[in-house]
């Protein structure tokens, strides 16, 4: 089925700001609750605790993250983004600020080591996972340097001196952690970064099917209108020709808006009768075979052929009536079209249902679903088709789409070779028209 309107992945990611940005207000206010923290940290060894710190290069450093800060604010809008490049490079100097600052107070003896933690949590969780590894060797970098290097902290006990050992665990548990918390929590923020925009490309696939719906609705409704001025137009040219002698320039005038008019009621007549334009309830709601016939007319060709065929029903169960709706008719859309695309030369839509349950499978007799992606269907950026530079959503988008009509979806293959299925499920009570209006109903009665 031929589709020319734009990519909903495309418009997904012009609505939300790319990967690797972040406010510029989210970064100066970790900033600034930092240099409060490193503040209050200083001012509590040193005057409250009576600990002997070298006061002046600490408060130099804390100052250098000050005017940092205040030159962000006046060159920037607390409103704007950074970029991949400028966020790693301000988060690096976080790092940085923090060595000096552990330098200057006792390095990985002192317990506040820990935070170098924060900045690389920050960076994998907004960034790019390049620049999240850049900033974690940095950091790791920086651990190390610590290590070795560093003032003593001013143990209450002259002389005092952690154990090698201990010391040398306390450098293995931040580098660990460095690592392990850098990749968590982007592959954590990752998932969480696709998933949104796999939804937002649904939506906005959803939006665009309501679009068109609503385009023929309203095309339908002016078809209606404008058929009774259409018609007096009509009357008033016929009622002219008859007093203009035939030949005459008039006339000949009358005779080709007559003929106009006659072409603009054609052109409405097809616009009303468009079944996808239509608001009237029986083109709008249908019994779930006719509507299964409908979606199935769409597809096929020459090569590969779309049978329809229905399994035994429970003997005087009616056919649940079913709503027209844009989920349905794209959801069912798209996984036919999948199947047409991979089948050898033939699809085959089964349905059935009982009291209480509506089913309908989809089958081809194609190469079947690739078994490493077999548990991961209905997933955003899943592709059944790795090569055919697709993005993996289609799936995706169906599974979406049905399951807000109330249905479950469950793929598997038939065979080595036989085939790939997909078979949808809904409860009968959550989609059959008939049995929603009577419970609405009754609801009313009661209030």
């Not at 429970?314 to 999948?338: D, F, V, Y």
């Not at 078994?371 to 269907?377: D, K, S, V, Y």
């Amino acid at each position: 089925m031929a589709n020319n309107r734009s990519d909903p992945l495309s418009m997904a990611e012009q609505a939300h700001p790319a990967m690797g940005r972040v406010r510029v207000r989210t970064l100066l206010t970790i900033r600034w609750l930092a240099i409060a923290g490193q503040l209050a940290a200083l001012l509590m060894v040193d005057k409250v605790m009576q600990f002997n710190l070298p006061m002046v290069p600490a408060m130099i450093t804390i100052g250098i993250s000050l005017a940092v800060n205040l030159w962000i604010l006046t060159r920037y809008n607390s409103n704007q983004w950074h970029h991949d490049r400028g966020a790693t490079a301000y988060l690096a100097f976080d790092i940085v600020q923090l060595a000096v600052m552990l330098f200057l107070t006792g390095g990985l003896d002192n317990p506040f080591a820990l935070l170098f933690l924060v900045p690389v949590t920050i960076s994998a969780t907004i960034l790019s996972l390049r620049s999240a590894i850049y900033l974690g060797v940095l950091a790791v970098f920086c651990v190390s340097f610590l290590a070795v290097y560093h003032l003593p902290l001013p143990w209450p006990a002259p002389g005092f001196q952690l154990p090698q050992m201990y010391a040398a665990a306390i450098w293995v548990s931040l580098i660990l952690g460095t690592v392990f918390l850098m990749f968590y929590a982007w592959r954590v923020a990752e998932e969480t970064r696709r998933m949104s925009d796999a939804l937002a490309a649904t939506q906005i696939h959803l939006s665009q099917e309501r679009e068109l719906s609503a385009l023929g609705s309203l095309a339908a409704a002016a078809a209606h209108e404008l058929g009774t001025p259409l018609g007096t137009i009509a009357l008033v040219v016929k009622e002219l020709l008859h007093g203009q002698p035939e030949g005459g320039e008039v006339h000949t005038d009358l005779e080709l808006l007559d003929g106009e008019v006659a072409r603009c009621r054609t052109i409405l007549a097809s616009l009303a009768g468009d079944p996808s334009a239509g608001v009237d309830p029986a083109v709008s709601q249908l019994g779930f075979d006719a509507l299964i016939n409908d979606i199935s007319e769409d597809y096929g060709d020459d090569d590969t052929a779309v049978r329809v065929t229905a399994n035994a029903a429970m003997p005087g169960t009616p056919a649940p009536l079913m709503r027209r709706s844009p989920e349905l008719m794209q959801g069912l859309g798209n996984l036919i079209e999948n199947a047409t695309e991979f089948a050898r030369s033939r699809v085959e839509l089964e349905y059935s249902w009982d009291a209480e349950q509506v089913e309908l499978t989809i089958s081809d007799d194609g190469p079947g679903f690739a078994a490493n992606i077999l548990g991961l269907l209905g997933d955003p950026y899943i592709s059944t088709r790795p090569d055919s530079g697709r993005m993996g959503l289609g799936v995706f988008i169906s599974k979406t789409l049905l399951e807000r009509t109330g249905a479950a979806l469950h793929f598997f293959n038939r065979g080595r070779g036989l085939g790939a299925t997909v078979v949808i499920r809904w409860p009968r009570h959550i989609i059959d028209l008939t049995i929603v209006d009577a419970v609405s109903d009754g609801n009313n009665l009661e209030q």
